[in-house]
T-cell receptor, first 113, second 115 residues
């Protein structure tokens, strides 16, 4: 069964600190992996998308890594800001049924001043 | 602003009623996806349309249906509403029919409250 597990479920950090969010998946065959940021009550916004051959990708203070061998990805946020408070969703595409998307449950990040 | 529009923003209705949610995709995008997000839950894929035709189905209830019109806007119809249908409903669009190949752009969502 295709699954995407994210950890931790929630995280509280102080402004200016770094943090790393984890994503483990069992989707096979693998097509690509995406990280989305979702502010409360708003639609998700794409941060990065990585294919099998990419093992790191940055978008400003966000850096995603991918280890396709261990089927793990991480999202590292540097020098956190209050506006980083949101849910971060890992989405993996692939699977035997075709290029469907499997969504993780998300990590809810709160950045405190 | 993703370029995807959804109306209405909020909808409050009673159990047993029927509602229609509307989505206009980004200019040029042919695929429309519908998702449901219940309180503190992850996104659940409901259904995808590509250029007017149903392309993929997820966990969509029989009480729910959707269609995509020639101008590419889409409507999600929810009938015989139950309290558990209260959720945020998101529409997303992408350029092609494969959800894996192209970026999906999400709309702002419609918040449905069933009382």
């Amino acid at each position: 069964k295709n699954q995407v597990e994210q950890s931790p479920q929630s995280l509280i950090i102080l402004e200016g600190k770094n943090c790393t969010l984890q994503c483990n998946y069992t989707v096979s065959p693998f097509s690509n992996l995406r990280w989305y940021k979702q502010d409360t009550g708003r639609g998700p916004v794409s941060l990065t998308i990585m294919t099998f051959s990419e093992n790191t990708k940055s978008n400003g203070r966000y850096t995603a890594t991918l280890d396709a061998d261990t089927k793990q990805s991480s999202l590292h946020i540097t020098a956190s800001q209050l506006s980083d408070s949101a849910s971060y969703i890992c989405v993996v595409s692939g699977g035997n049924a075709g290029n469907m998307l499997t969504f993780g449950g998300g990590t809810r990040l709160m950045v405190k001043p | 602003d993703s370029g995807v529009t959804q109306t209405p923003k909020h909808l409050i209705t009673a159990t047993g009623q029927r509602v229609t949610l509307r989505c206009s995709p980004r200019s040029g995008d042919l695929s429309v996806y519908w998702y449901q997000q219940s309180l503190d839950q992850g996104l659940q894929f409901l259904i995808q349309y590509y250029n007017g035709e149903e392309r993929a189905k997820g966990n969509i209830l029989e009480r729910f249906s959707a269609q995509q019109f020639p101008d590419l806007h889409s409507e999600l119809n929810l009938s015989s509403l139950e309290l558990g249908d209260s959720a945020l409903y998101f529409c997303a669009s992408s350029a092609a029919d494969s959800p894996a190949a192209y970026e999906q752009y999400f709309g702002p969502g419609t918040r449905l409250t069933v009382t």
